[in-house]
């Protein structure tokens, strides 16, 4: 997910459960209110509407670094 490339410094939440987060939301279709027990599951007390703040923030460079590690297909 190019997690060594996006910083999160002065959160008061680990990177790795951020950027979680954004992957389920992304991956799952998940609605912010699931979101919000799953990450309570993992001992990680966020509100949905900071969770809807990280998606918004971080879903773009996410999706913009997954697009640059594909690898090209050929046509015929």
Known sequence: MGSNMISLEGYPFPKDAVLYAVYLY???????????????????????????????????????????KKRSTLNS
Request: proline fraction near 2%; charged fraction near 25%; charge should be positive.
């Open 26 to 68: 992304l991956r799952y279709a998940a609605s912010y209110r699931d979101l919000e027990e799953i990450m309570a599951g993992r001992d990680v007390q966020v509100g949905h509407a900071t969770l809807n703040r990280w998606v918004v923030k971080y879903s773009p460079i996410i999706a913009v670094r997954a697009q640059l």
